[in-house]
């Protein structure tokens, strides 16, 4: 029986979606009774905590810096832009670029784009206890694009549906990268977590991301999943995470994936987190762990957490992107929509 209207308004049962600032942010948080998932809507909607409230377990990463970072004044600008500067970990959506700085059609572009910095706007769609719908839209500033992320939560359910829609405002053809960039910490993350898909992928650790003492290789290495060849030549094995114990820092990519389905799976806690997207269009998982290692800015050996990144291109770098055949692109006033939906998962 559907509840009678007059007894939902600002209710705090059944699902519900509250707005409030926290250091200076605007949040969104979207609510049923098995989870709590909040975005930063004041700085690039970042989806900042998934709680999985039986368990009282958050999957996504914390860091010690504040979000509201990317508006304040540093001591010198860096010539990356401000991500770091306010990254507090969570999961951002990046574009039109990612990885490093770009030149964007004369635009300069900073680390990992524009979409993860910026306040987005928010509209409430569907507010029941049975079904919340909300609308996050962004103009961005230094590149041709209206970006749209729409996202579902229904009562009992712990999956929440993502539509995603890029429409290029501009007047030409425009090309773009597209990632997600999810990260996993304590309490969720530990090293009894493994990361499963389906198939044997190809594996690639590329040469740039390697030779610091706290990593396991020294040089681009290839193959496939889910083992490589370590700088001592024994098995190592990608598809789990290490403890904090470990002191390691570790990137590499899979590609040709068999499916568009990831999941990082906590065996000690029997619950995982899910994501199913179009394989199509994110071609590529970047997976990169800092296991308390990175002594260098902006890590410095304080950071446990694991990356699971389904991503449009490779490099991560929009001018080798390009050169490769890599990058997206939209004809003018055209538009792309993908959904993608993540999860809780248990034994």
Known sequence: MKTPEVCTKNRNYGCRIKKYTADGVEYVALENNLVRIEFSTGKGADLTSFLYKPMD??????????????FEAVTKASSGGSFFDGYGGGWQELFPTYGGAANYYGAEIGVHG?????????????????????VFTLFLKRSPFKLTRKYTLEENSTKLVLEQTVENTGANTYE?????HPAFGFPFLDESVRIKVKGT?????????TGSSDNPFDAET???WPVLKDRTGSDFRLDRAYSAKDRMRLDYVISNMEEG????????????????YDKELFKHVWIWGLYCGGDTYPW????????VEPQSSFPANFKLAREAGEVLSLDAGKKLTTTFISEVTKK
């Open 114 to 134: 524009e979409a993860c910095i910026y306040p987005w706007e928010t509209e409430i769609i569907e507010d029941t206890p049975e079904k919340i719908c909300v």
């Open 222 to 224: 290839k193959g496939k």
């Open 176 to 180: 773009f990268m597209w990632g997600h």
């Open 261 to 276: 389905e990831i999941e990082v799976f906590n065996e000690n806690l029997g619950i995982g987190f899910k994501m199913d």
């Open 300 to 307: 410095y050996g304080r950071v446990y957490t694991l990356g």
């Open 201 to 209: 992928p190809d594996a690639l650790v590329p040469g740039n991301v």
């Open 57 to 70: 377990v958050d999957f996504i990463m914390h860091t010690p810096i504040d979000r509201k970072g990317v």
